[in-house]
């Protein structure tokens, strides 16, 4: 296991360093303003998807699949693959046809001219939020199967080759070609990951692993739509500010989901199929053993990570992104914004230990109801405090929701080990 973290830890760091080039080739080459502005504004639907499907697809679909038997388990597969594909594809649609209208509600504060080719960005990266959700239901099936080193190597080959894309590209084309290569990026994930699902078989709709993932996702998607909905939010109040706040922000935030997904997948990701067989054996003991071990593992690696920032970040920023259209204040700035959310690494990735024990156990209700909770108390704080203290306010707001949103699920969490490990025990007695 060991071995397998360490291996995954190396792989999540070059597919994260990799995902991170992207924004940074269009920003260290065309600055932070209105176009780069536009393009990340473009993105946050998508990244809605992406939050949504992966998070909440991964953790309903994996513990499902874990223990079934290889004729039922691709059978299942292609039907819960087949069943989003058609769900998505449908979304995009309706969205592409009223693109004009959500963009505008996203980004009041844009010019006109910023409004027009945040549509046309949006519209090109409607085709990635398909494969956002593609790729989540891919990894959820190499989760399930415990083959967690291909889903990695591929997203580095699709990373490459984005990135090649995107540098022979972007000085022709402009803006515009970055938008393609985030869809380019997501298509050749979709392909390389697809032999998973093996030979065509007819799904089974109204299979035991289906009907299951449907009940478990009703009251879930919703939920974590609303809760995923950050992104859309911080889009809105910086689209008021001064042009390029959005960029900042949007980096800061990029690189810390970075971190996340580094550490999340090397620590936290290879820990599901164990805690949904020790929960199905009702191993409450194991259970929280495994649990507590990879939060102290992650609760280490995130307080580190943030404390390395707040002593060299500047300069090692500076290093990353100080050059071609990026200026020294920008720097500044945006080193400051990753000070103020170093919260939503800590309280992030603690977090997410947390809400996987909860899927493990099959209750996908506690974990979103309780973010739901912080979250509706947060936003109308969030918005006072940006209205007094601008970007800065946004990333402190967020670090304190994040964190106490964990402290608030780690409580919950033990009392229904707790629970239970009691309940057990009188059955066996």
């Not at 919260?343 to 809400?355: C, D, H, K, P």
């Not at 099959?362 to 006072?384: A, C, E, S």
């Not at 970007?391 to 929701?401: D, N």
Request: hydrophobic share 55%; aromatic share 12%; with cysteine.
């Amino acid at each position: 296991m060991i071995r397998l973290s360490l291996t995954l830890a190396a792989l999540a760091l070059c597919n994260a360093v990799l995902a991170m080039l992207i924004p940074w080739y269009v920003v260290t080459r065309m600055g932070v303003g209105i176009e780069t502005d536009a393009f990340f504004a473009s993105g946050a639907l998508s990244q809605l998807i992406f939050l949504v499907a992966s998070f909440s697809l991964t953790q309903v679909i994996v513990p499902l699949l874990a223990t079934e038997d290889e004729k039922t388990f691709q059978r299942d597969a292609w039907g819960l693959f087949l069943a989003i594909s058609g769900v998505f594809v449908l979304l995009s649609a309706g969205l592409f046809v009223t693109a004009p209208y959500w963009v505008s509600l996203i980004v009041p504060g844009f010019s006109a001219e910023a409004l027009r080719l945040t549509v046309m960005l949006s519209r090109i990266q409607l085709l990635g939020m398909i494969g956002n959700a593609l790729v989540a239901v891919l990894w959820s099936v190499y989760y399930a199967r415990q083959r967690f080193l291909w889903a990695e190597v591929s997203s580095v080959l699709a990373n490459v080759v984005a990135l090649v894309f995107l540098y022979w590209t972007l000085a022709r084309y402009g803006i515009v070609a970055a938008a393609w290569a985030t869809v380019l990026n997501l298509g050749l994930k979709v392909g390389l990951l697809m032999p998973i699902l093996g030979r065509w078989q007819k799904p089974n709709w109204n299979s035991y692993a289906i009907k299951e993932a449907w009940r478990r996702i009703k009251p879930f998607v919703l939920g974590q739509t609303y809760a995923k909905s950050e992104p859309l939010i911080d889009r809105f109040l910086t689209s008021l500010t001064t042009a390029g706040n959005l960029s900042l922000l949007y980096f800061g935030q990029q690189i810390y989901s970075a971190i996340n997904l580094v550490i999340v997948k090397a620590v936290s990701t290879p820990t599901v199929p164990r805690l949904a067989i020790a929960a199905k054996n009702r191993d409450w003991r194991s259970f929280r053993h495994v649990y507590r071990e990879r939060l102290i593992w992650i609760l280490v690696i995130a307080i580190t990570s943030s404390s390395v920032l707040f002593f060299i970040g500047e300069p090692v920023l500076r290093l990353m992104i100080g050059h071609g259209g990026i200026s020294t204040q920008n720097v500044h700035m945006l080193w400051w914004i990753m000070v103020a959310l170093a919260g939503l690494l800590i309280g992030g990735t603690a977090g997410q230990v947390i809400s996987t024990a909860f899927y493990a156990i099959g209750d996908t209700r506690t974990p979103t109801m309780l973010f739901i909770g912080t979250y509706t108390v947060y936003i109308p704080l969030k918005i006072l405090v940006f209205l007094r203290y601008g970007v800065i306010g946004i990333a402190v707001a967020t670090s304190v929701h994040m964190t106490v949103n964990f402290l608030v699920q780690l409580v919950v969490l033990e009392r229904a080990i707790t629970r239970n490990r009691t309940s057990t025990v009188e059955l066996a007695v």
